[in-house]
């Protein structure tokens, strides 16, 4: 009846009658209290969040963003591969011809003129950025900040876009 | 005189009763603190420093909460439940004495409201009383969830009041008094009461659990089984009150362990101490002796709490019944066979 | 109560006595005549709390605090017990048959001429003149039960152990039928 262990790891228990000690549970409860109680002393896993945060893995997937090349224009060329492999159905855009003069903005003759991603529907599973020809998102931002309505989960490009390269330098330089 | 008289007693109800109130509201913090202190987390920390607002926090969501009053259940039982819970919990504070006589304004006051002669008889009446805001509630609610935690509130009740009854006799044996206050002088410095009633101490603790339906003994609101038991149905204020009255009796148990076995306001060295002090200063330390001991209690049942898991329900009866009881009047008996032998010596 | 060895506080207590005798018998109304069981039981556990306070009253603290523990923290908790679990409400209201309304009212009737009878036969005497008395303490009360009245006492204890020995058994007895 006993079937041959398939790990060869099985090992039988033997249920021995409780002694008296055993019977009247005091000593085990006293134990589990003692445990718990050296607990107090123990270094506290909590990480409290908005001022300190857990250093993200090298994989962790975040808020997206639309990145530019080295002179600053934008990469999407509005091909929608990005919005065809999403399987939550986050990303909506419109696309629009760039124009002459435009140049500097946009790397590509398309762009996206209107670029969104809900927040709430996307599972973050990076298959946008897989998907992507361009190399234009990347999920490398933080967290997704929580929010009060539901409309101010859909990020525009506004949120989305990278910073101009300058704009950075700049900021970075005010830090420093 | 008469009117000094009623006036000081006012003054010492309110401030009993504003006293009660907020360690009630303290004790819902703490529980979460040391919740979190023994599962190596911080426990709630934003509502002010430490999160001591946090109390406040709650009783204001509690307030603007929608009262939600089942259509199928007794309206007036509904509210007269957690009423009844809230009101009876507070009763148990006024024969605690808190302290010695101390000395006010040229007036010696007793800081204890009355001192009935059947002070231990009458803490055990309300206590009884308390399942009757379980038991109305729950079966207002019209809920099958709640009329069984009702019930299950009420013979639990009723099953450990024996237990706690034959240990509080064992007790009276050697203290010869049911009045709160003797008991309390009677321990004087390091005479506690609990050096001659390990046991009966060790059953009254149990019994205490069982009464307050803490963990491992809150069978009447297991939510694994019973969702929430007898506060099913309940929300807003009247859940708040279920819950108020809960950490009521905790303090009001503490507080009478702590008279009973622990000595009260007494504590070793206390009489250097208060002829160092004075009769105004002394008792202040006495008084704090006797809120360290309480606050210690308290946080004792917590400790249980995130520790212990629940009972079945057929072990609690077993353990009162087949246990406590036997053990209670085993007690009885040898504390009688001891007292007898002590004196003929 | 504490202020009744004074002369000026007697009327005072006489009112209450009588706020609390009307209350009395305004609930003992109640539990006759509610259709909710349940609330017969609540209106039945008013009228004992009222009891407990002419106990008071009377400067009889043991028994007032013995009626509030054995009476309404006990007897009057299984009552509600098991009328929650049955379940009673006004539709299932058992039929009230003639036979039943007549059986009551001689009950009734005998009940009350007993009473009359009784206390016609003690002649109430010197009942209300010692309110004052330390009898109901329960250093006298434990001193008389335990000298004067020793055999009574023992005797009803005795009646109580056979009862529970009863219950113990009827419980015993129906595991076994079921087990076997
Ligand atoms: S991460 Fe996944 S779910 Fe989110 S937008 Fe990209 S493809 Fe859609
Ligand atoms: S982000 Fe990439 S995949 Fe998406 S539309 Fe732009 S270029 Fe195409």
């Known amino acids: 009846m006993l079937m041959e262990s398939l790990s060869g790891r099985r090992k039988v228990l033997e249920q021995k009658p409780m002694n008296f000690w055993e019977r009247i549970y005091l000593p085990a409860i006293f134990k589990g209290m003692g445990i718990t109680f050296m607990h107090m002393f123990k270094k506290k896993e909590t990480i409290r969040y908005p001022e300190e945060e857990r250093e993200f893995s090298e994989n962790w997937r975040g808020m997206h963003s639309l990145k530019r090349d080295e002179d600053g224009r934008e990469r999407c060329t509005a091909c929608g591969l990005c919005a065809l492999s999403c399987p939550a159905e986050a990303i ?33 599973c990076g298959l946008c950025e897989e998907a992507c020809p361009k190399e234009a998102i990347y999920l490398d931002g933080p967290i997704v900040p929580a929010d009060y309505l539901r409309k101010d989960f859909i990020y525009g490009k506004d949120k989305l876009v990278e910073m101009p390269i300058d704009e950075l330098e700049a900021l970075k330089g005010a830090k420093v | 005189m008469e009117l000094a008289f ?15 109130l907020s360690i009630a509201a303290y004790s819902t913090w703490l529980e979460r603190k040391v919740a979190a202190w023994l599962q ?14 946090q109390p406040l926090a709650d009783g204001g969501k509690m307030f603007f909460k929608e009262e939600i009053i089942p259509s199928g259940s007794n309206k007036w039982l509904f509210i007269a439940g957690p009423s009844l819970a809230l009101l009876v919990s507070f009763l148990g504070t006024a024969v605690i004495p808190f302290g010695q006589n101390i000395e006010l304004f040229g007036k010696t006051v007793p800081l204890q409201v009355t001192d009935i002669n059947v002070g231990i008889l009458y803490i055990f009446g309300v206590v009884s009383l308390g399942v009757y805001g379980i038991m109305i509630g729950g079966w ?126 007494n504590y070793p060295g206390m009489d250097a101490v208060n002829s160092l002090l004075g009769p105004t200063w002394g008792p202040v330390i ?60 | 109560m504490r202020f009744n060895q004074k002369g000026n506080t007697v009327a005072y207590d006489m009112s209450l006595f009588y706020f609390v005798a009307f209350l009395t018998i305004l609930f003992s109304l109640l539990v006759i005549f509610t259709k909710n069981p349940v609330y017969s039981v609540l209106s039945l556990i008013a009228t004992f709390f009222t009891f407990t306070i002419h106990y008071i009253l009377l400067n ?46 001689i009950a009734g009737v005998t009940l009350l001429v007993t009473l009359v009878g009784s206390i016609h036969a003690l002649q109430t005497t010197g009942v209300s003149a010692t309110p004052n008395s330390e009898i109901g303490l329960v250093e006298n009360l434990g001193k008389v039960l335990f000298s004067e009245f020793l055999l009574p006492f023992e005797l009803s204890s005795l009646l109580l152990l056979s009862a529970m020995v009863g219950a113990v058994l009827l419980a015993k007895k129906d595991k076994r039928t079921n087990n076997g």
């Open chain 2, 6 to 20: 009623l006036f000081e007693k006012l003054i010492l109800v309110t401030v009993l009763f504003v006293l009660t």
């Open chain 2, 140 to 265: 207002a609610s019209n809920n099958k969830y709640s009329l069984m935690g009702a019930v299950r509130g009420a013979s639990q009740n009723i099953s450990y009041e024996i237990a706690m009854g034959l240990s509080i006799i064992a007790l009276l044996l050697v203290t010869n008094t049911l009045s709160f206050k003797e008991i309390a002088e009677q321990q004087h410095s390091w005479h506690w009461n609990v050096i001659y009633q390990p046991l009966g101490f060790l059953i009254f603790i149990i019994c205490a659990f069982a009464e307050t339906n803490r963990v491992p003994f809150d069978l009447p609101e297991c939510e694994t089984e019973l969702i929430g038991g007898y506060n099913t149905e309940y929300s807003a204020f009247k859940m708040g009150a279920y819950m108020f009255a809960e950490y009521i009796n905790m303090f009001v148990s503490s507080a009478v362990m702590a008279v009973l076995y622990f000595g009260g306001y």
């Open chain 3, 60 to 105: 009889a603290q043991f028994l007032a605090v013995v009626n509030f523990i054995v009476y309404m923290g006990a007897i009057m908790v299984l009552f509600l017990f098991v009328l929650m679990l049955m379940n009673l409400n006004e539709e299932t209201e058992p039929m009230k048959s003639n036979l039943i309304k007549i059986i009551g009212v």
């Open chain 2, 40 to 53: 190596d987390r911080v426990g709630p920390n934003r509502a002010g420093i430490f999160g001591l607002l």
């Open chain 1, 92 to 124: 909506t855009m419109i696309s629009a011809e760039r124009e002459k003069g435009e140049e500097h903005l946009y790397r590509e003759e398309k762009y996206a003129a209107v670029y969104e991603i809900n927040m709430l529907r996307c599972i973050f």
């Open chain 2, 286 to 345: 006495g008084v704090a002796v006797m809120f360290i001991k309480i606050i210690a209690f308290i946080f004792f049942f917590m400790w249980v709490r995130w520790t212990i898991p629940r009972f079945r329900y057929d072990q609690l009866m077993d353990l009162g019944w087949k246990i406590l009881i036997p053990l209670a009047i085993a007690n009885i008996v040898i504390t009688a066979i001891v007292i007898t032998v002590v004196d003929k010596l």
